[in-house]
């Protein structure tokens, strides 16, 4: 529908810039007054309609490929690329590949469709009347440039979702009538790489863009896992001459795994304590309908890619024998009664001892951070403290002793007696 809407649109743009032109006294051709541009595999519309004066009978029409934009006459130097007259020799090479898009001539219809371009196309062409006893070539040339393929396939991956059958729809570039294109699908994931067979090619005609028109697509019927999720699909169109587009998509499938072992419950002397976990994506919610009936109780939620943990412990939950884990994703939900193991009473349940486990490494850390930083600190003032020390030792050591000179004078003393 995108291509269909394009080339109507394009068909629009084209209308807007035909221009009229009469040479000669009577008759008029009318085409684009630029240069028409097409893609390589694919093809390109001439618009066109003529005028002849009332003594001019249009019988056929012909229209020749130019070597030169100055060259006057076409038709002296090859073939015609299309006549009306299918008994006219036409040019190697567009054979098959020309179509009129209306075929009454005398309605002064003579626009073309060229299919299965290539870069030698590439030119100008010039339109050509035979009436019942006289024929005529208009002065006016069409210039056509045919570029690199740059168009990609329109790829419809409607949402996936785990075990069902969904179709994928690949519609080839281009409304035209030529050669069949080859359409193939590729699957990419994980390191793998896988050729998928799709179903027949189809040619789809629309009534609003004339019978010569088609439009080529192929349906791949996929059923999806989680395995696809992330993955990635190709959609490769091939085109006469070995002109080849592709066109590839991340695939996103919703998937759901249930309830995944391990979810359990556990009650000591202390607390029940409870875990219940699962994947999916969208990511799923848990919930426990027990806590309803409990005031006292705590509750944890750890989420880790497309999986998810619950758990909870509640102090008064020494009367329950088990436990339903609700686990709700999208329009499903599953739930699993999980019974609670008594563990003895000199025994301490697994996600206790875990929860403890916890609380006694933050402990340890938080006494750990808390010697580090104070043998840091001591360090310092030990370091502060010992030079300060050995500066009053220097001090100390410069000044006179007052006890040594007081020996000296109590050594005079005795001389003197």
Request: aromatic share 8%; glycine share 6%.
């Given at each position: 529908?995108?291509?269909?809407?394009?080339?109507?649109?394009?068909?629009?743009?084209?209308?807007?810039?035909?221009?009229?032109?009469?040479?000669?006294?009577?008759?008029?051709?009318?085409?684009?007054?630029?240069?028409?541009?097409?893609?390589?595999?694919?093809?390109?519309?001439?618009?066109?309609?003529?005028?002849?004066?009332?003594?001019?009978?249009?019988?056929?029409?012909?229209?020749?490929?130019?070597?030169?934009?100055?060259?006057?006459?076409?038709?002296?130097s090859?073939?015609?690329?299309?006549?009306?007259?299918?008994?006219?020799?036409?040019r190697?090479?567009?054979?098959?590949?020309?179509?009129?898009?209306?075929?009454?001539?005398?309605?002064?219809?003579?626009?073309?469709?060229?299919?299965?371009?290539?870069?030698?196309?590439?030119?100008?062409?010039?339109?050509?009347v035979?009436?019942?006893?006289?024929?005529?070539?208009?002065?006016?040339?069409?210039?056509?440039?045919?570029?690199?393929?740059?168009?990609?396939?329109?790829?419809?991956?409607?949402?996936?979702?785990?075990?069902?059958?969904?179709?994928l729809?690949?519609?080839?570039?281009?409304?035209?009538?030529?050669?069949?294109?080859?359409?193939?699908?590729?699957?990419?994931?994980?390191?793998?790489?896988?050729?998928?067979?799709?179903?027949?090619?189809t040619?789809?005609?629309?009534?609003?863009?004339?019978?010569?028109?088609?439009?080529y697509?192929?349906?791949?019927?996929?059923?999806?896992?989680?395995?696809?999720?992330?993955?990635?699909?190709?959609?490769?169109?091939?085109?006469?001459?070995?002109?080849?587009?592709?066109?590839?998509?991340?695939?996103?499938?919703?998937?759901?795994?249930?309830?995944?072992?391990?979810?359990?419950?556990?009650?000591?002397?202390?607390?029940?304590?409870?875990?219940?976990?699962?994947?999916?994506?969208?990511?799923?919610?848990?919930?426990?309908?027990?806590?309803?009936?409990?005031?006292?109780?705590?509750?944890?939620?750890?989420?880790?890619?497309?999986?998810?943990?619950?758990?909870?412990?509640?102090?008064?939950?020494?009367?329950?024998?088990?436990?339903?884990?609700?686990?709700?994703?999208?329009?499903?939900?599953?739930?699993?009664?999980?019974?609670?193991?008594?563990?003895?009473?000199?025994?301490?349940?697994s996600?206790?001892?875990?929860?403890?486990?916890?609380?006694?490494?933050?402990?340890?850390?938080?006494?750990?951070?808390?010697?580090?930083?104070?043998?840091?600190?001591?360090?310092?003032?030990?370091?502060?403290?010992?030079?300060?020390?050995?500066?009053?030792?220097?001090?100390?050591?410069?000044?006179?002793?007052?006890?040594?000179?007081?020996d000296?004078?109590?050594?005079?003393?005795?001389?003197e007696?």
């Open positions: 529908m995108k291509s269909v809407w394009m080339t109507i649109l394009t068909s629009a743009l084209v209308q807007a810039r035909l221009k009229e032109t009469c040479p000669h006294g009577g008759f008029c051709v009318t085409l684009d007054d630029e240069v028409i541009t097409a893609e390589r595999g694919l093809c390109v519309e001439i618009p066109c309609s003529f005028k002849t004066p009332q003594s001019f009978t249009p019988q056929h029409m012909l229209w020749y490929r130019c070597e030169r934009q100055d060259q006057e006459r076409c038709d002296h090859s073939d015609p690329i299309y006549s009306s007259d299918r008994s006219s020799a036409i190697k090479g567009f054979k098959g590949r020309v179509s009129l898009l209306e075929s009454d001539v005398s309605q002064g219809n003579c626009s073309i469709i060229i299919n299965d371009l290539s870069p030698s196309d590439s030119g100008w062409y010039q339109l050509r035979i009436g019942t006893s006289d024929q005529y070539s208009f002065g006016t040339k069409q210039q056509i440039s045919v570029r690199g393929l740059s168009q990609k396939p329109i790829l419809d991956v409607p949402q996936l979702k785990e075990g069902q059958l969904t179709a729809t690949c519609t080839a570039p281009g409304l035209c009538s030529g050669s069949e294109p080859t359409i193939s699908w590729r699957w990419e994931g994980k390191g793998k790489t896988q050729q998928l067979t799709g179903g027949n090619i040619a789809q005609k629309s009534a609003c863009l004339g019978a010569v028109r088609r439009q697509s192929s349906a791949l019927m996929f059923s999806a896992s989680s395995e696809h999720h992330s993955s990635s699909i190709t959609c490769t169109v091939v085109f006469k001459r070995g002109w080849t587009t592709e066109e590839k998509k991340t695939l996103e499938v919703q998937w759901f795994a249930g309830i995944l072992n391990g979810s359990r419950c556990e009650r000591d002397s202390a607390a029940l304590t409870c875990v219940c976990g699962s994947q999916g994506r969208p990511l799923p919610s848990i919930s426990w309908p027990l806590l309803t009936d409990h005031s006292d109780f705590h509750v944890q939620t750890n989420v880790s890619g497309d999986e998810i943990w619950s758990s909870f412990s509640a102090k008064d939950g020494q009367s329950v024998t088990s436990v339903v884990c609700v686990v709700s994703h999208e329009n499903r939900e599953a739930r699993k009664e999980l019974p609670v193991l008594k563990l003895a009473s000199h025994h301490e349940s996600l206790t001892k875990f929860l403890k486990l916890e609380f006694l490494i933050a402990f340890v850390t938080r006494i750990a951070l808390s010697a580090v930083i104070f043998f840091l600190f001591h360090q310092y003032f030990s370091k502060k403290e010992f030079g300060r020390r050995e500066d009053t030792a220097e001090m100390g050591n410069t000044a006179d002793d007052p006890q040594e000179d007081e000296y004078q109590q050594v005079d003393v005795e001389l007696e």
